[in-house]
């Protein structure tokens, strides 16, 4: 298993421990593996939510995922996911982490690209939240 997706597993079980549904305030659980855009959902209410882990302090810019499925969902006139952001550093020696939650992700912040020819998944399109310091957004966590 990757890197990636072993921070990225670990991450979402960070959210579920840590913060309770935005909605409804129940708890959340994790969705099956590979399940299509969202990554948590409320035991309560049809909340659902994407989720992304990044070793960084709060960013603009943060990776995404596949754009194939991203892309079929937007034309179909559906809006994005909600995006739960899980934000891990370490500064001056302490830990630091903040979950952002942020309700309304708008396509123009959403930037394609292309992996390269020569990456593991060749040419493999894919995207990026830009702008994520410019969405309103709510600390759902911090520490």
Not at 29 to 40: A, K, R, S, W
């Amino acid at each position: 298993m990757s890197k990636n997706k072993l921070s990225g597993d670990e991450g979402e079980k960070d959210v579920i421990r840590l913060v309770p549904c935005p909605n409804c305030k129940k708890p959340l659980i994790q969705l099956p593996p590979n399940y299509p855009l969202y990554d948590l959902q409320c035991t309560g209410c049809s909340f659902r939510a994407q989720v992304k882990t990044n070793n960084s302090k709060p960013k603009k810019e943060i990776f995404g995922a596949g754009w194939e499925i991203v892309d079929k969902v937007l034309k179909s006139g559906f809006m994005m996911p909600p995006l739960i952001v899980n934000y891990k550093w370490s500064e001056k020696g302490s830990n630091h982490q903040k979950i952002i939650f942020y309700p309304f992700i708008p396509k123009f912040n959403l930037k394609k690209r292309q992996l390269s020819a020569t990456a593991r998944r060749a040419n493999y399109k894919m995207f990026n939240y830009v702008g994520l310091d410019k969405l309103p957004h709510f600390v759902l966590y911090e520490k």
